[in-house]
């Protein structure tokens, strides 16, 4: 089991900027393959984005696509969120999550490890 801690989350403006951190302990971190994902209220909770155990590779939701970057620092057990022109719609919780396997990685019932999440909003 890996414990993950969200932070980095706020309040800012439409066209603004933020970046979570996601740090990881208890287990060997680049071991997992990591992903974001996010609830808004009412919502169900959807993929944001992933990267593989060295980060070479990096997948990203068709909504986000172009606006955020996902990014790992092993030597620091840390996965970022670069989040940049943001929408009053990207307002959500955002969590966290590890699981030693990409395949399937957009599916929520794949991941056995969550953070607390972090919460973003975006005004208008």
């Known amino acids: 089991q890996v414990q993950l801690v969200e932070s980095g989350g706020g309040l800012v403006q439409a066209g603004g900027s933020l970046r979570l951190s996601c740090e990881a302990s208890?287990?060997?971190?680049?071991?997992?393959?990591m992903a974001w994902f996010r609830q808004a209220p009412g919502k169900e909770r959807e993929f944001v984005a992933g990267i593989s155990r060295t980060g070479e590779n990096t997948y990203y939701g068709d909504s986000v696509k172009g606006r955020f970057t996902i990014s790992r620092v092993n030597a620091k057990n840390t996965v970022y969120l670069q989040m940049n022109k943001l929408k009053p719609e990207d307002t959500a919780v955002y969590y966290c999550?590890?699981?030693?396997?990409?395949?399937?990685?957009?599916?929520?019932?794949?991941?056995?490890?969550w953070g607390q999440g972090t919460q973003v909003t975006v005004s208008s």
């Open positions: 999550a590890a699981d030693f396997f990409a395949a399937g990685y957009q599916l929520v019932r794949k991941y056995d490890n």
């Open positions: 208890g287990s060997t971190f680049s071991s997992y393959f």
